[in-house]
């Protein structure tokens, strides 16, 4: 399968050298950067190492307002029109193990939607704080209460669609800054019928960088399965 991994960045100038030609290694997998105008000079790093990877890596500059749901959205508008069989999603910061995108590349050949569990078979995270496993833990058990979402990670954004069903999903009604943006996705996918199957992944905490998680971000998770319950529709 043609495979072409979406990355968005902000600010992962030291990450992006590390995280490119470990995905790039594999056969048949092509990547778009999507950088958010991050002022360390990401973006132009990014020029240089898709100069270096003879096509396979193409950059996306964003110049509109910020905010990770507005760069997938915009990356996953540019990569339905790639000729690809896959469209896989990841972190910049190195949580997510480009060793492990096989196990999702097949497992979708039968689903339209195959998600990176770090709650399939127990905790999998690594370096994390004790507040901070239990905020995500209890952030998953609040979501799925509430929107009925029938998967143990929610929230995750190691991720891999079929173009196709991509395609599908109404990108032009989501309206998530943050990490809620991985919420919503999901509800539209499960909304449509989509095949959703989860894979087990081992999530290690960023190496290099800060997070984006801030209040703003945590209070738009909050409210945003409340508003997919009853102001977006039920699932069917």
């Known amino acids: 399968m043609n495979v072409l991994v979406v990355v968005p960045t902000y600010n992962e100038r030291d990450n992006l050298p590390v995280l490119v030609p470990a995905v790039l290694e594999r056969s048949g997998y092509r990547m778009l950067v999507a950088d958010d105008g991050s002022p360390d000079g990401t973006g132009a790093l990014a020029d240089e190492l898709a100069a270096e990877w003879g096509g396979r890596l193409r950059v996306l500059h964003r110049t509109g307002r910020r905010g990770l749901g507005r760069s997938y959205v915009e990356a996953f ?19 997510h193990d480009p060793g492990q995108l096989p196990a999702l590349v097949e497992a979708a050949r039968d689903h339209d939607l195959v998600l990176g569990s770090r709650y399939l078979t127990g905790i999998s995270v690594v370096n994390w704080p004790l507040r901070r496993i239990v905020l995500s833990t209890t952030a998953n058990f609040y ?13 995750g954004g190691f991720r891999c669609w ?3 069903a991509l395609a599908r999903l109404p990108l032009d009604r989501i309206v998530s800054d943050g990490y809620s943006f991985q919420i919503e996705m999901l509800w539209e996918a499960s909304r449509l019928g989509f095949r959703i199957t989860e894979v087990p992944i081992v999530f290690v905490e960023r190496r290099e960088g800060q997070s984006k998680l801030d209040r703003h971000v945590l209070l738009e998770a909050l409210w945003m399965p409340w508003r997919l319950r009853f102001g977006r529709g039920r699932r069917r």
């Open 162 to 164: 079929r173009r196709e």
């Open 77 to 95: 508008r540019t990569a339905i029109a790639e000729p690809v069989d896959l469209v896989c999603q990841m972190d910049a910061d190195l949580s």
């Open 143 to 155: 979501i799925r209460a509430i929107t009925r979402l029938p998967v143990q990670d929610c929230t």
